[in-house]
C-alpha cells in the first residue's frame, strides 16, 4: 500500500484511545492524512497518547470525548470534524464485550448484556454514520465507512454469545447501509480474529493475554497473533483509494481462523 495514500484526508476513528482504534489513527497520518479525529469515551489520557503520535506522524488531532450509545454524543462527535468541512473516511472502531466464554453456559449472560453490547456495537455505529452523513457526503469524491466487526459475528465463537451476535448485526448493518449509501458512500466491515490489544487486559490475571497469544498462535493456520497494525493495515485499504470500487464486503482478518484445521483432502 502506498504510503500517501490518505494524503490530505480528514478522517475519524471511533474507539481510539487504545488498540486498534489507535493504530487506524496512527496509521492513517503516517500515510499522509490532513487530520485525525480522535474519540474515546472514557480513557483521556490514551486518547492523547493517540493524539500525540498522530502529530508526531505530521496530522493535526482533536481529541473528542462520547460515548457512541448516545445519540447526542455522535452528534458530538461528527461535529469535531466541522471545522474541516468534510469527513472522507469514518472509522466505526469502539466496541465493548462481556466475557462469558462458556457460551454452553446459558445463565452466563441476560437480556442486558444483549442490549448494552447492540447498543454500542451496533446502535453506536449506526448513529455514528447518521450523525457524519453530510460531512461524508460534502467531499468531491466518494468517501468511505469501515466498521469494525469480528470473525465472531460469521462463526459464532469469541468472548460471549451477545458479543457474537452484536457484530453479527454490525456485519448485516453494513450491507443495508452500503446499498442506502451509494453512490457516494462506500461502507465496508472488517472481521478480525484475535488482535494483541488491552482488549484482553484482566487485572485479576495478568498473564491471562500472554496465554491467549500462545493459544492464538497455536490455533491459527497462519499461526500467527495478529497485532493492531496487522489489523489497521487491513482497515485502512478499506477506506483507501485503492479499494475504490469495493462496497458492501466483509473482509476476514483473521490469521485464518474461520478456516479451522478441517482439511477435505483424501490423503
Ligand atoms: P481496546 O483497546 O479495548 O479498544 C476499545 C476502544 O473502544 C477503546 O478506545 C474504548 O475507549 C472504546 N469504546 C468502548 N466503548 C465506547 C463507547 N461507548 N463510545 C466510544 N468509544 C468506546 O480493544 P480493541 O481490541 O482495540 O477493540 C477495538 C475494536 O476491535 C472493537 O470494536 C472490538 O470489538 C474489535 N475486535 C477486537 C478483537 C480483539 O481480539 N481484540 C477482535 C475482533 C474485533 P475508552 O477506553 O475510552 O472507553
Redesign the pocket.
Known amino acids: 500500500m502506498a504510503m500517501d495514500d490518505y494524503a490530505g484526508r480528514v478522517v475519524l476513528v ?10 487506524i489513527a496512527v496509521g492513517a497520518a503516517t500515510r499522509g492524512a490532513k487530520a485525525v479525529i480522535v ?6 489520557a ?2 492523547e497518547i493517540t493524539a500525540e503520535e498522530v502529530r508526531k506522524a505530521g496530522a493535526e488531532a482533536v481529541v473528542v470525548q ?4 448516545e445519540d447526542a ?1 455522535c452528534r458530538k462527535i461528527a461535529a469535531a470534524a466541522n471545522a474541516f468541512g468534510r469527513i472522507d473516511a469514518l472509522f466505526n ?5 462481556k466475557f462469558a466464554p462458556k457460551h454452553d453456559d446459558l445463565d452466563a449472560v441476560n437480556a442486558d448484556d444483549f442490549l448494552r453490547l447492540y447498543k ?2 451496533v446502535v ?1 455505529a449506526f448513529q455514528m454514520v447518521r450523525a457524519a452523513r453530510t460531512l461524508l457526503e460534502a467531499g468531491e469524491g466518494t468517501s468511505a465507512v469501515v466498521n ?5 459475528g460469521v462463526v459464532g465463537i ?1 468472548s460471549s454469545v451477545p ?1 457474537a451476535a452484536s ?1 453479527g448485526a454490525l456485519t448485516t448493518m453494513t450491507l443495508s447501509l452500503a446499498r442506502a449509501l451509494a453512490p457516494k458512500i462506500r461502507v465496508n466491515a472488517v ?10 487486559d484482566d487485572p485479576t490475571s495478568p498473564a491471562s493475554r500472554d496465554r491467549l497469544r500462545e493459544a492464538t498462535i497455536k490455533a491459527t493456520p497462519l499461526r500467527a497473533a ?1 497485532t ?1 497494525e496487522d ?1 489497521a493495515d487491513a482497515t485502512l485499504f478499506l477506506a483507501s483509494p485503492h479499494s475504490r470500487h469495493v462496497t458492501g464486503e466483509t473482509l476476514l482478518v483473521d490469521a485464518g481462523t474461520h478456516l479451522g484445521f478441517a482439511s477435505l483432502s483424501m490423503r
Do not use: H, M, Q
Not at 148 to 152: G, Y
Not at 191 to 200: A, L, Y
Open positions: 471511533t474507539g481510539a484511545s487504545t488498540g486498534l482504534g489507535r493504530a474519540n474515546y469515551a472514557s480513557s483521556a490514551e486518547a462520547g460515548d457512541v450509545g454524543d472502531n469502539a466496541g465493548v464485550t454500542i456495537n453506536g469494525t466487526s469480528s470473525i465472531a469469541g458479543y457484530k472481521c478480525p480474529g484475535f488482535i494483541d490489544t488491552p482488549w484482553f495478529s493492531a489489523i
